[in-house]
């Protein structure tokens, strides 16, 4: 006999048959009162079985369009479609066929993790043993099952996330919408989640993701929207992003102060001089990429300058936001504060931009 769990399984999937769980977004917009425009007319496609990431300073209108994408606020104008079906018209078969983790959680502090998976069950029409049985699946999935029994109010912040993803889970949904999933998360926690949203995706389903890490977009979305000001601002993979900016450059300080103009003159030969560089150093653009480094160093040996520091700063998608805009997505400053932290930030191998 089929349950009502099965039946609801049944019913999502014969609605869904032959309508690809994607997202297309035309001319969206979202203004609020007070002459805010929260999302100035955005376009997207994000195709079935993709992660999207959407990539953004605060204020951006990242969570915005995920409520509106996922039927909880009204577009002013334009138009969307989830999983075939449109926002406004066909709310609810929308809602059936996402799952949603938002930015501001609901949980219930009272509730245990067990209660939370029931409740969430119920209102999705599941019975109690099979809201049970599915509850108890994502509690182990997501690493909770020995907490299952305590109160939310005694979770850390890293266990309420997992808690929401599974929830989120419960209806088998094609299509995921995380918003900011790993904001205040230590970096194990914010790793096991990636690991989580990548086997999702391995299965299937289609997870919309925003975030305002640049790593977490770097290394999670196969393609990222990169949104300021409520509008795109850049979309693509992250390498093809990062390749558009350009080759990697190298940064060198001499040892000796006034050697510098000499320095300079050696990298002009190898290419062009980059004007950023902080601190007595001389920054080159590497035309032929890292492999130039070993150019470099024979030509400044050749020469006899002594370096005190050589550091290679391969573009970051922050350098793909700063072209676009002018400010940097890390600092949130004017385009000098930027550049400033952009130099700093070069001190890394690869001058990685985490913001942890
Ligand atoms: N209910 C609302 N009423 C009025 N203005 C709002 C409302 N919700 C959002 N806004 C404004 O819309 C803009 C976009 O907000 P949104 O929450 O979408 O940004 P976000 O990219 O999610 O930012 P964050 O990274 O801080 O979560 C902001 O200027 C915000 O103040
Ligand atoms: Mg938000």
Same mark, same amino acid.
């Given at each position: 006999m089929q349950n009502d769990y099965e039946r609801n399984r049944i019913v999502a999937a014969s609605a869904a048959r032959g309508r690809p769980?994607? &997202?297309?977004?035309?001319?969206?917009? @979202? *203004?609020?009162?007070?002459?805010?425009?929260?999302?100035?007319? &955005?376009?997207?496609?994000?195709s079935e079985g993709e992660i999207y990431g959407f990539l953004g300073p605060n204020g951006a209108g990242?969570?915005?369009?995920?409520?509106?994408?996922?039927?909880? $606020?009204?577009?002013?104008?334009?138009?969307?479609?989830?999983?075939?079906? *449109?926002?406004v018209r066909e709310g609810a078969a929308v809602r059936r066929a996402i799952g949603a983790s938002l930015q501001e959680s609901a949980l219930d502090p009272y509730l245990s993790a067990r209660e939370h998976m029931l409740l969430q069950g119920a209102l999705h029409g599941l019975s109690r043993a099979a809201a049970r049985a599915r509850g108890e699946e994502l509690l182990e999935r997501v690493g909770l099952s020995e907490a299952a029994e305590r109160?939310?109010?005694?979770?850390?912040?890293?266990?309420?996330? @997992?808690? *929401?993803?599974a929830l989120a889970l419960i209806h088998h949904p094609r299509l995921l919408f995380l918003d900011e999933p790993t904001t205040g998360l230590d970096v194990q926690s914010r790793t096991a989640l990636w690991e989580e949203v990548r086997r999702l995706a391995d299965e299937g389903v289609t997870v919309f993701l925003t975030t305002q890490y640049l790593e977490e977009a770097d290394v999670l979305a196969d393609r990222v929207g990169i949104i *300021?000001?409520?509008?795109?601002?850049?979309?693509?993979?992250?390498?093809?992003?990062?390749?558009?900016?350009?080759r990697p450059a190298v940064e060198a300080l001499p040892e000796d102060p006034a050697q510098r103009e000499r320095l300079a003159g050696v990298l002009a030969r190898i290419g062009e001089l980059l004007p950023a560089?902080?601190?007595?150093?001389?920054?080159?653009?590497?035309?032929?990429?890292?492999?130039?480094?070993?150019?470099?160093? @024979?030509? $400044?040996?050749?020469?006899?300058?002594?370096?005190?520091?050589l550091r290679l700063?391969?573009?970051t998608l922050d350098d793909v936001f700063l072209a676009k805009t002018g400010r940097s997505l890390e600092g949130g400053g004017d385009r000098e504060e930027a550049q400033q932290e952009g130099a700093a930030a070069a001190g890394g191998q690869t001058g990685g931009s985490v913001r942890a």
């Open positions: 769980a994607g &997202i297309e977004a035309r001319g969206l917009v @979202r *203004d609020f009162k007070g002459g805010v425009r929260a999302v100035a007319g &955005i376009d997207l496609v994000v990242k969570s915005t369009t995920v409520l509106m994408l996922s039927t909880l $606020l009204p577009p002013s104008a334009g138009h969307a479609t989830v999983a075939g079906h *449109d926002v109160k939310v109010k005694g979770y850390s912040g890293g266990m309420k996330r @997992r808690l *929401d993803l *300021d000001r409520g509008r795109i601002v850049a979309e693509g993979a992250p390498a093809d992003l990062k390749a558009e900016i350009g560089a902080a601190g007595g150093a001389v920054a080159v653009r590497l035309p032929a990429g890292a492999r130039d480094l070993a150019e470099v160093v @024979r030509a $400044l040996d050749a020469e006899g300058i002594s370096l005190a520091e700063h391969a573009p």
